[in-house]
T-cell receptor, first 112, second 114 residues
Framework: EDQVTQSPEALRLQEGESSSLNCSYT??????LFWYRQDPGKGPEFLFT???AGEEKEKERLKATLTKKESFLHITAPKPEDSATYLC?????????????FGIGTKLQVIP | DSGVTQTPKHLITATGQRVTLRCSPR?????VYWYQQSLDQGLQFLIH???????AKGNILERFSAQQFPDLHSELNLSSLELGDSALYFC?????????????FGPGTRLTVL
């Protein structure tokens, strides 16, 4: 069964304290991986797509990396406005069937 | 603002009732996806339409149905509602047919079943 597991479930950081979020997956035939940010009560906001192992993408204080088994979202010198739930998602296509499996997310709180 | 719109924003109804949620995709996007997000649960994929045709079904109950119209807006119909159907319902749109295309989410409809 396809699984996407994110860790930790929750993370509390002081402003400026860098850290990493992990997304591991057991999806055969990986075609890419997405990262999203979700604020409470709002729709997920697209951040990155990573297509192949070794790929890296950056946006402001965020950097996403991908290996064959997992992805990391590195947050450098976070600010309180980075507080949100970060979701990773893995698309899968098999024959005519396609779906995206989302992890449950890491809830990040950045304290001033 | 993702460009995806959903109405209504909030919906409060009673068990056994039927409701319709509406979604308008981003301009030019042909794919619409529906997701359910319950408290402390991740996004659960319900159904995917591309250019009016159903492309994939996920964990969608038989009491739920959806369609995509010629103008590409989509509706999700939920019937015989139960307390457990209370959740946030999101639609997302993407440019292509395949799931490799990033999806852009609407603001969601919060459904409360009393």
């Amino acid at each position: 069964e396809d699984q996407v597991t994110q860790s930790p479930e929750a993370l509390r950081l002081q402003e400026g304290e860098s850290s990493s979020l992990n997304c591991s997956y057991t999806v055969s035939g990986l075609r890419g991986l997405f990262w999203y940010r979700q604020d409470p009560g709002k729709g997920p906001e697209f951040l990155f797509t990573l297509y192949s192992a070794g790929e890296e993408k950056e946006k402001e204080r965020l950097k996403a990396t991908l290996t064959k088994k997992e992805s990391f979202l590195h947050i450098t010198a976070p600010k309180p406005e980075d507080s949100a739930t970060y979701l990773c998602a893995v698309p899968k296509a098999r024959g005519g069937y396609q779906k995206v499996t989302f992890g449950i997310g890491t809830k990040l709180q950045v304290i001033p | 603002d993702s460009g995806v719109t959903q109405t209504p924003k909030h919906l409060i109804t009673a068990t056994g009732q039927r409701v319709t949620l509406r979604c308008s995709p981003r301009s030019g996007d042909l794919s619409v996806y529906w997701y359910q997000q319950s408290l402390d649960q991740g996004l659960q994929f319900l159904i995917h339409y591309y250019n009016g045709e159903e492309r994939a079904k996920g964990n969608i109950l038989e009491r739920f149905s959806a369609q995509q119209f010629p103008d590409l807006h989509s509706e999700l119909n939920l019937s015989s509602l139960e307390l457990g159907d209370s959740a946030l319902y999101f639609c997302a749109s993407s440019a292509g047919q395949g799931v490799i295309h990033e999806q852009f989410f609407g603001p969601g409809t919060r459904l409360t079943v009393l």
